[in-house]
């Protein structure tokens, strides 16, 4: 019995002692617990702060780009103001302009007058043109007019013989010379001029006077359209130069126009004609050398009609041996024209060459016989003393010079104007 309660005390001894090791274990685990909450804890809040640290960058950055769009937008608007600001300036500095014109219009009349003459360049371009393109002619008349004035005491016979050579060998025709020198010695019995010195001035009003009374009109037959211009005259004269420079200028005025190469003689005369159609900007209808000038002047009508051309403008050969052979070519392309082209307004232009002089009048003369000419251009006026023949022109074939030529480039063709010459004549 004594075993039984030795044992049953030893084993009480061992549950105690297993119940400190377990509750020694215990309290350890607990704190290991603890530790690990703490652990955790602390994690947690790490974490937490982390993220609140997140929140609070993109939230600067945010605020940051808001800024950023604010001031963009007022630089916008600033840049806005300084437009204005800079439109604003410019009309000031328009207005003072306009303010400093009124004042000088006011103040100074004359300086205005210079402006206005400034203002017109082309005018005073195309004036100076022609004077230099009459300055042979000019030379040779004035000089010799002026040596002849001086070489007199007093007004009597013999100055006006001296007058009257200078004239003749200036190409002005000995009709039209003869009729000038009589006005001139009525105009100074009448007028009482004494002083050879003023003869001058009478001469030069007298020869304005004798060409504005032969023709009715200067200006070029090409109103209302559509217009045909047929370009006829000898070889060598210049037509097909004065058509690329005519086709230049209508072209500059906003008007339609189109080239009909009737000059068929040779191929070189339609490529010329080509070239001189591509610098003016115009079309050109061609057939090939040889063909029928009257069939190439149908298809350039037909083609006008078909384009609703305002001007059509018809080269032709210069190249004929005869009167009759001469006729015959034009009353062909005149009959086409006649039939296709009734309604048009017409222009019959002869080209002559001034540096021919009185070769010039007489080609004149002939084709004044086969055809119904309107008007002449005389060419080549830059290169001759014996530009006179304009007068004779006028005043003895009654035939109107519509366009002269100062030049070979493509602006050196002038409409003809009465008072312009004659004062570039004598200027
Ligand atoms: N200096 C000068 N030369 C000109 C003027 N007009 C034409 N010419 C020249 O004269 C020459 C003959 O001109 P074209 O136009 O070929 O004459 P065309 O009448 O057509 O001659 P063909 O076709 O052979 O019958 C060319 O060398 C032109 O440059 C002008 O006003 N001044
Ligand atoms: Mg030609």
Redesign the pocket.
């Known amino acids: 019995m004594f075993k039984w309660l030795k044992n049953l005390g030893k084993k009480k001894e061992d549950i105690d002692l297993k119940e400190e090791i377990l509750e020694s274990n215990k309290e350890e685990l607990e704190q290991q617990i603890e530790e690990i909450e703490e652990l955790e804890q602390i994690e947690e809040k790490e974490e937490t702060t982390e993220d609140s640290k997140e929140i609070i960058e993109t939230e600067d950055i945010k605020q940051q780009i808001e800024e950023a769009e604010e001031v963009e937008e007022i630089i916008e608007e600033l840049e806005d103001i300084v437009e204005e600001i800079e439109e604003i300036e410019e009309k000031l500095e328009d207005a003072e302009d306009i303010q400093e014109e009124i004042v000088d219009e006011l103040v100074e009349p004359e300086e205005v007058e210079e402006d206005v003459v400034e203002t017109k360049p082309k005018k005073a371009g195309f004036f100076q043109k022609l004077m230099s393109?009459l300055t042979k002619t000019r030379d040779d008349i004035t000089n010799k007019i002026d040596s002849v004035l001086k070489s007199y005491k007093k007004i009597d016979e013999e100055l006006f013989d001296d007058l009257e050579e200078v004239l003749v060998t200036a190409d002005v025709g000995v009709n039209t010379t003869m009729e000038l020198i009589d006005r001139l010695r009525n105009r100074v019995k009448e007028e009482k001029v004494t002083e050879p010195d003023n003869v001058k001035e009478l001469l030069k009003d007298e020869i304005k006077k004798i060409m504005l009374e032969s023709v009715s009109d200067n200006n070029l037959n090409i109103e209302p359209s559509p217009a045909l211009v047929l370009v006829v005259?000898?070889?060598?004269?210049?037509?097909?130069?004065?058509?690329?420079?005519l086709s230049n200028n209508f072209k500059k005025q906003g008007k339609k126009v189109l080239i009909a190469a009737g000059?068929t003689?040779?191929a070189a005369?339609i490529e010329?004609?080509e070239e001189w159609g591509s610098r003016a900007n115009v079309d050109v209808i061609s057939h090939s050398e040889g063909a029928d000038p009257a069939a190439v002047i149908y298809d350039g009508i037909q083609a006008a009609k078909a384009r609703k051309t305002d001007i059509l403008i018809c080269?032709t050969?210069?190249?004929l041996h005869n009167k009759s052979n001469l006729m015959n070519e034009l009353n062909k392309i005149f009959r086409v024209a006649e039939r296709e082209y009734g309604d048009a307004t017409k222009e019959v232009l002869l080209?002559l060459?001034?540096t021919t002089g009185q070769n010039a009048i007489n080609q004149a003369k002939v084709f004044k016989e086969v055809a119904n000419i309107t008007g002449v251009a005389l060419?080549?006026?830059?290169?001759t003393a014996k530009g006179g023949v304009i007068i004779a022109l006028q005043a003895e074939l009654n035939i109107p010079v519509k366009l002269?030529?100062?030049?070979?480039g493509i602006e050196?063709?002038q409409p003809f104007i009465v008072e312009d010459f004659v004062e570039a004549l004598f200027n």
């Open positions: 393109g005259g000898v070889n060598g004269v210049g037509k097909t130069t004065t058509i690329g420079k000059d003689f040779r005369a010329q004609l080269d050969a210069g190249r080209v060459d001034a060419t080549k006026l830059d290169g002269v030529g100062v030049g070979e050196d063709l």
